[in-house]
C-alpha cells in the first residue's frame, strides 16, 4: 500500500520532497486509491531502500539509439538523391552534383572554410570546382552521406588526391592504409611516388620500411632502375637495410649505373663511398666492378682514376695517393645489422634453481629475441662459442652433474646434435675458438678449480690436452685476440683473481700479462676493436658493474663507464662494433635486461631484454641469417606438431 501510494504521489508531483510528505499524506487519505488511513514513517534509511528500488526513481541517464546517426544519414542520403531540401549544386568536370550545404560544411573542411568565409561562394547556390572529376567527387560525397566507400588500386589514387584537396582526412588515411596492406615488391615503388606527390608522411614511412626489408626482391623490379640517385643513396646508406651480404648492395648500384651509364657514371664515386667494402671478399669485389663496369667508363680518366682509388683505399686503407680517404670521405665501416650476425644466450639458470635447455637469439636488426631449438642437456655455467658457423655447447652442469659432453647447433638444419666430450666433466667453463680449433679452458667442479685446457679439433672432432694455465681459474672469462688466449681472472678456490694470463698455439705455452684493476670471477670477456674487455662479475661474493678494458699493445688495463646495474654470471659478445652484457644476477635477482657498450660513444645504452631471466648462460656470437635462423625452428615445429 505504501508503494502504491508511493507511486502516485510521484507520477502526480514527480520530484517527491521529504519535508513536504505531512501535507501530502492528508491528500493522499482522501485518495480514491488509498483504501486506508497511511502514516508518515520519518526514516531517511526506509525512504533512501524504497527511493533506489524504485524504477520510478531512478537517476537520469542519456540514451542514444544505437542507429541514430546511421539512420538520419541514410535519410539526408535520400534527400541528396531526390534532391529534396537540397541547397546548393556543386560542379566538377564531368557532372554536378545537388548537396546539403550544412552536411558538406559538416564533414568536409574544404566546404566549411569556403560558407564560413566571405567568399563569394558562401553566398552562392552553385559553386565550381576545377580539376576534381565526377567520378572522385560522387566517391566523396558518397563517403560523407554513408560513411562507405570502394576502394581498388585502380581509384585509390584518384580518391587520396581528392581526399587530400578536400581534406577529408578520414578518407585520406583510409587510403593510406588500404595501400599499406597492399605493398609487394612489385609495387612499392610506385606507392612511394604517390606517398611523395601528396605528402602522406604515415604511408611514406611505411614504403621505405617495406623496401628496407624487401631490398633483393624490389632490386629485381624494373622500377628499380627509375628510382633517383637520392633515393638510391638512401637505401645503400642505411645499416637497416636488409641484405644478405654487401654483395648485394654492390650487385644493385652496378645494375642502376649501367642502366643509364652515360648519365649515372659520374654517381658511382659517391654510391662507392655507401658501399662497405671492407666486408665483400676481393675477389667478388674484382669480379664485379673490374669486369662489369671500369672497362666501359675508363675514357673518362679523371672519374676512372677516382674510383681506382676509392677501391684502393677501402680496401687497403692506402692513403698515400692523392689522399683518396679525404677526397672520398672514406671511413672504417660497420657491417650492415642483417649482416652482421647474431648472438646466442644458450643455458644457464633462472630464479627457479634448475638449468635451462631453452636458447634464445637476438636480432639487432629488428632489436628482439627469438627462441630456436633447445639444447639436448640442461647445461649452466656452460663454454659456449661459435665456430665455423656453428655454435658449441661445451661442459657445464646439468642441476644434478658436471658436464664432459659437448652439442653443436648448426644454423642450416635448426638443431642440435651430440659430438665428442671433454676429457674433464666441468662447470664455470669458458671456450674460444682460435685458428680452427676450439678451446675449453678452466672451470671447477665440487672439489677444485682446474688449471687445464683441452683443445678440440673441429676437422678430426676429438679433444687433446694443452699446457696448463699457470694459475687454476674457475669462472674464467676468454677471448682470442692476435693469434693468442687470453684468459681473464676467475677464482683459484679460494678467491676471485685479478690476474691474467695469454696462450700461444705455436709455443704451447702460458705468459702473465697485466692484472686487471679489480678481481673478476664469472666476468663476461670479449675482444673489440682490438681491446679485450672484461665487463661485470663477482669479487669473491659481490656482483660488480663495472668495466675494464685491455690494452694489449700497452698492457694495461683502463676503467671505461660501467654498466647500469651489477652483473655477475654476465654473458658478454661482440658484435656489429658493439659490445653486449646479457643476462645476469644483480645480488637479489636474475637479470634479463641487456645492454651495449658503444666504444665511439663511449656509453652502455639498453637494448631488448632475453625472454628469460638467466645467469651462467654461454653467450657468443655467430655469423648466420636471422631469416635462416627463424625458417629453420618454424620446420621444426611444423613436424613436431
Avoid at 566546404?111 to 561562394?121: H, L, P, Q, T
Avoid at 662494433?577 to 652502455?604: C, I, M, Q, S
Wanted: glycine share 6%.
Amino acid at each position: 500500500l505504501f508503494l502504491k501510494l508511493a507511486i502516485y504521489l510521484h507520477r502526480r508531483y514527480f520530484i517527491v520532497k521529504k519535508f513536504k510528505l505531512q501535507s501530502l499524506m492528508m491528500e493522499a487519505q482522501s485518495s480514491r486509491f488509498v483504501a486506508r488511513e497511511c502514516f508518515l514513517i520519518d526514516s531517511d534509511e526506509l525512504f533512501d531502500t524504497f527511493k533506489n528500488s524504485s524504477p520510478d526513481f531512478a537517476p537520469k541517464v542519456d540514451a542514444v539509439p544505437e542507429k541514430h546517426f546511421s539512420d538520419s544519414f541514410e535519410l539526408l542520403n535520400e534527400f541528396k538523391l531526390s534532391g529534396f531540401l537540397c541547397d546548393i549544386t556543386i560542379k566538377v568536370e564531368g557532372g554536378e552534383f545537388r548537396c546539403h550545404k550544412s552536411v558538406l560544411a559538416a564533414t568536409i573542411p574544404y566546404f566549411r572554410s569556403m560558407f564560413a568565409s566571405e567568399m563569394k561562394e558562401s553566398h552562392q547556390e552553385e559553386v565550381e570546382i576545377r580539376g576534381i572529376s565526377a567520378d572522385s567527387f560522387k566517391r566523396i560525397l558518397d563517403f560523407v552521406y554513408t560513411g562507405r566507400v570502394t576502394l581498388t588500386m585502380e581509384n585509390v589514387q584518384y580518391l587520396l588526391c581528392t581526399s587530400s584537396f578536400f581534406q577529408v582526412d578520414n578518407l585520406f588515411h583510409f587510403c593510406e592504409t588500404f595501400l599499406e596492406q597492399r605493398l609487394s615488391p612489385n609495387n612499392c615503388l610506385w606507392i612511394r611516388k604517390i606517398s611523395l606527390m601528396y605528402d602522406c608522411q604515415y604511408l611514406l614511412k611505411c614504403v621505405d620500411e617495406y623496401i628496407f626489408e624487401h631490398f633483393k626482391e624490389v632490386c629485381e623490379v624494373p622500377d628499380f632502375l627509375e628510382i633517383t640517385f637520392d633515393h638510391l643513396e638512401q637505401l645503400i646508406s642505411d645499416s637497416n637495410l636488409n641484405v644478405s651480404s654487401e654483395s648485394d648492395v654492390l650487385a644493385a648500384v652496378m645494375k642502376w649505373v649501367l642502366f643509364d651509364i652515360d648519365a649515372r657514371y659520374r654517381c658511382l664515386v659517391d654510391l662507392f663511398t655507401r658501399i662497405r667494402f671492407q666486408h665483400l671478399p676481393l675477389a667478388f669485389l674484382l669480379r664485379s666492378v673490374d669486369a662489369d663496369l671500369l672497362r666501359k667508363i675508363c675514357s673518362d680518366v679523371q672519374v676512372h682514376e677516382k674510383l681506382i682509388h676509392s677501391l684502393m683505399t677501402v680496401l687497403y686503407q692506402d692513403t698515400s695517393v692523392l689522399n683518396v680517404a679525404n677526397l672520398l670521405n672514406i671511413k672504417p665501416t660497420l657491417p650492415r645489422k642483417s649482416t652482421a650476425g647474431v648472438i646466442f644466450c644458450v643455458g644457464g639458470r633462472g630464479s627457479h634453481g634448475f638449468p635451462f635447455r631453452s636458447v634464445e637469439v637476438y636480432d639487432w636488426r629488428r632489436d628482439r629475441w627469438f627462441p630456436v631449438c633447445s639444447m639436448i642437456y640442461q647445461r649452466r655455467h656452460v663454454g659456449v662459442v661459435s665456430a665455423n658457423g656453428m655454435v658449441y655447447a661445451v661442459g657445464g652442469h646439468s642441476g644434478t652433474d658436471h658436464l664432459s659432453s659437448v652439442e653443436v647447433f648448426d644454423p642450416s638444419v635448426g638443431f642440435w646434435a651430440s659430438t665428442a666430450s671433454m676429457n674433464t666433466n666441468r662447470r664455470g667453463i669458458a671456450t674460444a675458438h682460435l685458428e680452427g680449433a676450439i678451446y675449453a679452458v678452466g672451470g671447477l667442479d665440487d672439489s677444485a678449480c682446474f688449471s687445464k685446457v683441452e683443445r678440440y679439433d673441429v676437422e678430426m672432432v676429438s679433444w687433446s690436452f694443452v699446457s696448463r694455465m699457470n694459475v687454476p681459474r674457475g669462472g674464467v672469462g676468454v677471448t682470442t685476440l692476435g693469434g693468442y688466449l687470453f684468459a681473464i681472472g676467475g677464482n683459484n678456490g679460494t678467491s676471485a683473481l685479478d690476474s691474467c694470463e695469454r696462450f700461444s698455439p705455436y709455443l704451447n705455452r702460458w705468459t702473465t700479462i697485466a692484472s686487471m684493476v679489480q678481481r673478476r670471477a664469472g666476468a663476461g670477456v670479449a675482444a673489440l676493436n682490438g681491446m679485450i674487455y672484461a665487463v661485470g662479475g663477482f669479487d669473491d661474493n659481490s656482483p660488480l658493474s663495472s668495466v675494464e678494458r685491455y690494452d694489449p699493445a700497452l698492457d694495461i688495463w683502463t676503467m671505461v663507464p660501467p654498466m647500469s646495474c651489477p652483473r655477475g654470471g654476465v654473458g658478454v659478445a661482440a658484435m656489429g662494433g658493439r659490445l653486449y652484457a646479457v643476462g645476469g644476477h644483480d645480488g637479489t635477482n636474475y637479470l634479463n635486461t641487456v645492454e651495449a657498450f658503444d666504444p665511439v660513444e663511449n656509453k652502455w645504452t639498453p637494448v631488448a631484454s632475453t625472454l628469460h631471466c638467466r645467469a651462467g648462460a654461454g653467450v657468443a656470437w655467430c655469423d648466420c641469417s636471422v631469416e635462416m635462423l627463424i625458417s629453420k625452428t618454424m620446420a621444426i615445429c611444423r613436424k613436431s606438431v
